[in-house]
């Protein structure tokens, strides 16, 4: 439900598109990693961006299959979107295709989840508000990203096991 300090999920899609170039390649022809992972940063700071309207920072880059590979010349398309707010911080979540360039279908690459944090002028983190979801893909997302926060934070040190109800849940079904 919103409220007054709560936006839909849908106002902070992005959608860019990008044509491999051939120094976006590596030695056998296709788009290498670290410029996949440098359009998807781009593209899911953006959504942060225009969820929370503050300047946004990357903490934590948290998943990104390479499913298939990627071909020089391929239009490579990135739509994102904030998949739930929590304090300050933000998980993003983005699908990656690229374009069938006969027909125009989309075919499905990969999918990325990085985390971002709301800052102040002094880079201290600062709240966003709430997103909704409004559909049933961003529904799901919105219901599994409070697990995947407590894993990341488990696994960055910054959250006791015991301490991520959520997760455990998970493996304890009630009884
Ligand atoms: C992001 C940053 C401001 C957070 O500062 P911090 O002192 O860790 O602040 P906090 O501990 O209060 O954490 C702030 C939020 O980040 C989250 N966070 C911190 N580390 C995280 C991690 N590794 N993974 C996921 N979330 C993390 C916390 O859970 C908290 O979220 P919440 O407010 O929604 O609960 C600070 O780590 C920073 O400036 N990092 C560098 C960012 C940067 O330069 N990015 C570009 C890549 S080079």
Redesign the pocket.
Known sequence: MMNSTSRPISSSYAETTNVVMPNDTNTQGNLFGGRLLQWLDISCAISAHRHCKQVV????VNHVGFDRPIKLGDFVTIHSHVSRA????MEVWSDVSVEDQQTGEKIPCNSAIY?F?A?DHE?R?VQVPDAVPGNATEQERYNGALRRRQL??IL?G?MKPEEATELKALFQPAS
Do not use: D, E, I, Y
């Open positions: 920072v990357t903490v934590a929590f304090g300050s911080s985390t944090v800052v880079g983190p990341r934070l960055s910054k």
